[in-house]
């Protein structure tokens, strides 16, 4: 159980261009999902809360009109970089956060494979 | 600070040798101690975990120690396998949100 899907698994785009990435939780209901950004031999750094429902929570020095995040379902949260260069070429990696335990599950995360994300 | 300081960074050891992987952390509020495994182009998968009211959980060869006066916590691989080298991370549960450790690259020598 617990399993989060990512799709596409590596995309490649043009400087300038939009890039939609997509998570899912296949067989739990997530109303938390995060998405995270990582760089070669670099940790996992969050770029912002995503709550179905409403809208995502930023962390601090994250451009909220470039990385655009929609929760509009139980199950699917996007990640859609707008306008793409290629700094923003990384691996994007989001997580769900099963909230059927309760608050003793507040904190446990299962992540998707992650998007290889290139930008030429 | 917020982070969370992981050591070492890189790690070799031969197989069936023990693996040792040490965080510390500063926010004494946090009760929630996970540990995830990431291999080369996947995401990370959490192999174990420990909330603050234990201070230490086993799962086979694998073990996490927890001293919340000395604010860390260890990740013990026993009877390590080549299929163990990975890159592990650390993290601490704060606010909803789990704040990584830098990570460390273990390699597994046969």
């Known amino acids: 159980g617990a399993v989060v899907s990512q799709h596409p698994s590596w995309v490649i785009c043009k400087s300038g261009t939009s890039v939609k990435i997509e998570c899912r939780s296949l067989?739990?209901?997530?109303?938390?999902m995060f998405w995270y950004r990582q760089f070669p031999k670099q940790s996992l750094m969050l770029m912002a809360t995503s709550n179905e429902g409403s809208k995502a929570t930023y962390e601090q020095g994250v451009e909220k009109d470039k990385f655009l995040i929609n929760h509009a379902s139980l199950t699917l949260s996007t990640l859609t970089v707008t306008s793409a260069h290629p700094e923003d070429s990384s691996f994007y990696i989001c997580?769900?956060?099963?909230?059927?335990?309760?608050?003793?599950?507040?904190?446990?995360?299962?992540f998707g494979p992650g998007t290889r994300l290139t930008v030429t | 600070g917020e982070n969370v300081e992981q050591h070492p960074s890189t790690l070799s050891v031969q197989e069936g040798d023990s693996a040792v992987i040490k965080c510390t952390y500063s926010?004494?509020?946090?009760?929630?101690f996970p540990w995830y495994k990431q291999e080369l182009g996947k995401g990370p998968q959490l192999i174990i975990d420990i909330r603050s009211n234990v201070g230490e959980k086993k799962d086979q060869r694998i073990a996490v120690t927890l001293n919340k006066t000395a604010k860390h916590f260890s990740l013990h691989i026993t009877e390590t396998q080549p299929e163990d080298s990975a890159v592990y991370f650390c993290a601490q549960g704060r606010g909803g949100k789990l704040i990584f450790g830098q990570g460390t690259e273990l390699s597994v020598k046969p």
């Open positions: 926010d004494s509020a946090s009760n929630y």
């Open positions: 067989d739990f209901q997530a109303t938390t």
């Open positions: 997580s769900a956060r099963d909230e059927g335990g309760g608050v003793l599950y507040l904190y446990e995360q299962y």
